[in-house]
């Protein structure tokens, strides 16, 4: 398979990103769902990420901020870390804002073009077929649940996003990224913040 340059590899992941986007939307605008007001804010919860590709692109969009505003997220991203740790020592779940994050109370991702896969699907109901065919479902976040209840109480059914070739995309592009030596670096499994304290994944 052929290493495609990190330039060539971001254009296809935009174009993915953008495919999330208009199924996202599709499934949200059905139910009638939007974020305005809303109380709760995904980006206050604690999920990994898993690809390179993803990661890089991510400090791609880090790269092209004010020398500050980075170094600013950067220290954001070294509190994150130690106090996530803190709280998993104590057996607790982390409910940290992200460190990209720039208003807390309406939840604007300061990195909105830049964002990941999992931020992009985290609201609408979705599944995803794995290689070995079993079937993982994602019911949304609150608000989808309670707007899917009422879609659903007239006998409708309310959409779900299918990410199966989004992700099966996604997985080709980690390795058209990466190269034929993927299996050879770790796996990845970091949360944002940790990938801004790690700085942008090395392949030596
Ligand atoms: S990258 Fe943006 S959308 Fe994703 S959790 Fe952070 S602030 Fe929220
Ligand atoms: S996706 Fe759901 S939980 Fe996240 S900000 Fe929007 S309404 Fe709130």
Redesign the pocket.
Known sequence: MKKLTPKAAYRKLASIYDRMVDQYSDAAEAIGMTCNGCHDN??L?FFQHHTYVEWAYMWEGLNQLPAERLEEIREKARIYVESAQDSLNRGERPHLM????IDEQQ?I????NH??MI?RMHGVPNLLVKPNGQQVQFPGCYRCQELTDLYEADGRSAPVVNRTSLYKDLVMLEMQFVGKNLRQFPKVDHT?AEMIVLGPPRFR
């Open positions: 995904c980006c919860s992200c460190p990209l994050n939840g991702c300061g990195l909105y964002r990941l931020c944002i």
